[in-house]
């Protein structure tokens, strides 16, 4: 059974830097493109950040130059590198796992998902 746990939220100040990790068991992070997505209080779920099998990274336009995105195949753990963080990425931070050929931000196209880690930023 494939599990994601994610790890390192916090509540920061304004400015602050976060590193978020997601430990994946069950399977290897090599079969899946990986991606992060937060949500806050009333909005809906959005990606912020993706990373496919190969390593092709996209990130979503409100987190670029920000947060950087990467994974430790030895380690079979991705990870969300947060800088220059602001109240407005304050949210429920979740890791996913698309077992699928679709590269998308659309959360229906993860087959795993984790329970999630709060990031709450503060002015």
């Known amino acids: 059974q494939v599990q994601l746990v994610e790890s390192g939220g916090d509540s920061v100040q304004a400015g602050g830097s976060l590193r978020l990790s997601c430990g994946l068991s069950?399977?290897?992070?090599?079969?899946?493109?990986m991606g992060w997505f937060r949500q806050a209080p009333g909005k809906e779920r959005e990606g912020v950040a993706r990373?496919?099998?190969?390593?092709?990274?996209t990130y979503a336009d409100a987190v670029t130059g920000r947060f950087t995105i990467s994974k430790d195949n030895a380690k079979n753990t991705p990870e969300l590198q947060m800088s220059s963080l602001n109240p407005e990425d304050t949210a429920m931070y979740f890791c996913?796992?698309?077992?699928?050929?679709?590269?998308?931000?659309?959360?229906?196209?993860?087959?795993?998902w984790g329970q999630g880690t709060q990031v709450t930023v503060s002015s």
């Open positions: 069950g399977s290897t992070i090599s079969r899946y493109s």
């Open positions: 990373i496919r099998r190969g390593g092709v990274i």
């Open positions: 996913a796992a698309n077992s699928g050929l679709v590269y998308t931000f659309r959360p229906e196209f993860y087959t795993y």
